[in-house]
T-cell receptor
């Protein structure tokens, strides 16, 4: 158990809908990362937050947004969902968000868009 | 540009055999960090090891060992006397000063046959 929690574990929704994925980092970690894992794209970095502020952005679509709250939990919002958004979404955390730090991953949220 | 290549897509071995998973990385940064993660069938990503670019000493942890060679830009992972529980997808990742994200390889799926 990495100490990172993610809810829900599974999510089934329809195209065009909007969903919110939630992540709580390990105790003491200030930085949160979001990744998407799909069969065709592999593990792709989406976005990073540090202490409530966006720090780095990867291959995140405009239909997707995220935020980190004062209690350090983070939410990833996916809107206007398409079939291709079906994937495993991971949250990871690290103490200070520096490049040398190990990122500890949550169990993931499996999203299925029908 | 940063890149991680795991040329072996799938490997099958018989239990108790040794197996080496290859990882080749590309970066122009002189300071960087390399990681290995394990993704068992249950789906979570489990951290295995972190190495920095200044430490080429090989590391052994039980049946696991890692060989880091800057001359060939490789960070290979060997499992000795493989067990069925080692069956998983293994990912190599790179982190550098350029950006605050991990660059993941495409993973190697290891199947250990009893």
């Amino acid at each position: 158990d990495s100490g990172v929690t993610q809810t829900p574990k599974h999510l089934i929704t329809a195209t065009g809908q909007r969903v919110t994925l939630r992540c709580s980092p390990r105790s003491g970690d200030l930085s949160v990362y979001w990744y998407q894992q799909s069969l065709d794209q592999g593990l792709q970095f989406l976005i990073q937050y540090y202490n409530g502020e966006e720090r780095a952005k990867g291959n995140i679509l405009e239909r997707f947004s995220a935020q980190q709250f004062p209690d350090l939990h983070s939410e990833l919002n996916l809107s206007s969902l398409e079939l291709g958004d079906s994937a495993l979404y991971f949250c990871a955390s690290s103490p200070d968000g520096h490049q040398q730090e190990t990122q500890y991953f949550g169990p993931g949220t499996r999203l299925l868009v029908l | 540009a940063q890149k991680v290549t795991q040329a072996q897509t799938e490997i099958s071995v018989v239990e108790k055999e040794d197996v080496t998973l290859d990882c080749v990385y590309e970066t122009r940064d002189t300071t960087y960090y390399l990681f290995w993660y394990k993704q068992p069938p249950s789906g979570e990503l489990v951290f295995l090891i972190r190495r920095n670019s200044f430490d080429e000493q090989n590391e052994i942890s039980g049946r696991y060992s890692w060989n880091f060679q800057k001359s060939t830009s490789s960070f290979n992972f060997t499992i000795t006397a493989s067990q069925v529980v080692d069956s998983a997808v293994y990912f190599c990742a790179l982190s550098t000063n350029t950006g605050n994200q991990f660059y993941f390889g495409t993973g190697t799926s290891l199947t250990v046959i009893p």
